[in-house]
């Protein structure tokens, strides 16, 4: 973009850059903070900052050692490399800061690239060790080989009475207590998002409507076979889904 002619707008251009790396300096800071790292904003971007305060207004005043400075931007010497900071303090003091923005641009970019490196191998540590707390603790162990003789048997009682009903109950059971130790891990290991969720629910729901029908009949036989037919189905699609997050804990 050119560099723009009318006065109001130079002003603009130039605090919009400045309050850029006001922002970008926040950013980093929050990250630290929400990954729980140690921050140290250092020399440079406090200075940085501080200019940016001192420049932002016009004019403004702020504290700086206990003294008091007004501070306005030169108009004469505003351009997109930057420009002259007036300062004078309560005693009457002037100063003259001459602001490169350039410079002040690059300085901060590799200041900002040596704090995220920071971040990002802080993150690659905190990555690889949640790995090897869990690269042992299979989660596709949970779905056994004897799954499929839960299902026939879950299959039997839904045919049947009495003991086979009792029977296939508690396969049904015990079905639904892989599930709740599948969800579990997944939670434990801060895998569980919506889709995975939603997949659960749905999973859940057939299970129930299973439990009710070994209770009280409340539905045809044809529509517990459904159900029934769900579960066995959609269990391959849990059991590729827990060697895919193994495979990531490897």
């Known amino acids: 973009m050119d560099y723009p002619e009318r006065v109001g707008l130079q002003y603009i251009c130039t605090y919009g850059i400045l309050q850029a790396l006001f922002i970008q300096q926040d ?3 929050q990250l630290s903070l929400v990954f729980e790292l140690d921050y140290e904003i250092g020399e440079v971007l406090l200075n940085i900052r501080k200019l940016r305060n001192a420049s932002i207004g016009h004019p403004t005043n702020n504290n700086e050692k206990k003294v008091k400075y007004f501070n306005y931007i030169s108009r004469m010497t505003l351009s997109k490399e930057g420009f002259s900071l007036h300062r004078s303090s309560e005693n009457n003091r002037m100063e003259y800061i001459d602001i490169n923005l350039i410079e002040m641009l690059y300085e901060q970019l590799k200041e900002v690239k040596t704090k995220y490196k920071y971040i990002s191998n802080k993150l690659d540590e905190v990555d690889l060790m949640h790995k090897e707390k869990y690269k042992n603790k299979l989660i596709s162990d949970l779905f056994h080989s004897g799954m499929s003789y839960q299902f026939e048997k879950i299959a039997q009682g839904l045919h ?3 003991t086979y009903r009792l ?4 396969m049904l059971l015990s ?6 130790d599948f969800k579990n891990l997944i939670e434990e290991r801060n895998e569980m998002n919506e889709y995975i969720q939603y997949d659960l629910e749905e999973y859940f729901f057939a299970i129930k409507k299973l439990k009710e029908y070994f209770l009280t009949n409340n539905m045809e036989e044809f529509e517990a076979n459904i159900y029934l037919y769900y579960l066995k189905d959609n269990c ?5 889904m827990a060697k895919e997050i193994d495979s990531e804990y490897e």
């Open 27 to 29: 950013a980093i800071s």
């Open 160 to 162: 049947n009475s009495d």
């Open 175 to 180: 079905l639904e207590k892989t599930f709740i």
């Open 167 to 170: 029977f296939g109950n508690n």
């Open 236 to 240: 391959k699609h849990f059991v590729d």
